[in-house]
């Protein structure tokens, strides 16, 4: 089943970010675009590649008016741990969110029970809370933040520009698709 135009569900966690932790709920996503980065656990291996990388492009996220939340089943106390103690993940500004119950992994559909841990997960959420595109990845795959951030770029032009579509590899200013008119043999 496709979580595509399906609502964030009512939540509220513990984040760290900044040195302190805070509480996010459901309202302090609406009305701006955000990105639900799901990763399986703190001081592991490939999560901290992704969140490096993430950090790196964070500024870029934030000019495109949309926020980067990143989560996992640790608590924000982990988090925090795991900030003190990583040059890469000193680098993070944006929330760490807290899902020790595992609360938000299940309602993006990305919760391994077996193991307690979420799959790598990449969602896009709209102003109105509703997911506008997703992708879930093997453990073992790490994500790139570029791309992520140009299906965000993407999402938010389809948004605006409800009777065009962006074809693949399309970046802010390059040509679309206009359905009825562009014919797929003329790609």
């Given amino acids: ?3 595509i135009n399906r609502e964030v569900a009512d939540f509220s966690v513990q984040a760290y970010q900044g040195d302190a932790f805070k509480t996010i709920a459901k309202k302090d996503i609406l009305g701006k675009w955000s990105v639900f980065f799901f990763y399986p656990a703190d ?5 901290p590649t992704e969140l490096e990388d993430l950090a790196n492009t964070y500024d870029k996220f934030k000019a495109a008016g949309c926020e980067v939340y990143s989560v996992s089943c640790d608590t924000h106390f982990v988090h925090k741990a795991w900030h003190d103690a990583s040059e890469t993940i000193k680098k993070i500004k944006f929330p760490m969110l807290a899902d020790p119950t595992g609360k938000l992994a299940r309602d993006f559909d990305v919760m ?9 997960g990449s969602f896009i ?16 795959v790490g994500r790139n933040a570029e791309e992520l951030l140009r299906r965000v770029q993407a999402c938010q032009f389809v948004a605006r520009n409800g009777n065009e579509a962006c074809p ?5 200013g390059a040509k679309t698709l206009k359905p009825g008119i562009d014919l797929v043999g003329k790609l």
């Fill in 1 to 3: 089943m496709s979580l």
């Fill in 43 to 47: 001081f592991t291996f490939v999560c």
């Fill in 112 to 120: 391994i029970e077996a193991d307690g841990i979420a799959e790598r």
């Fill in 125 to 140: 959420v709209s102003p109105e809370g509703k997911i506008a595109a997703y992708e879930v990845s093997s453990g073992s």
């Fill in 168 to 172: 693949a590899r399309w970046v802010p």
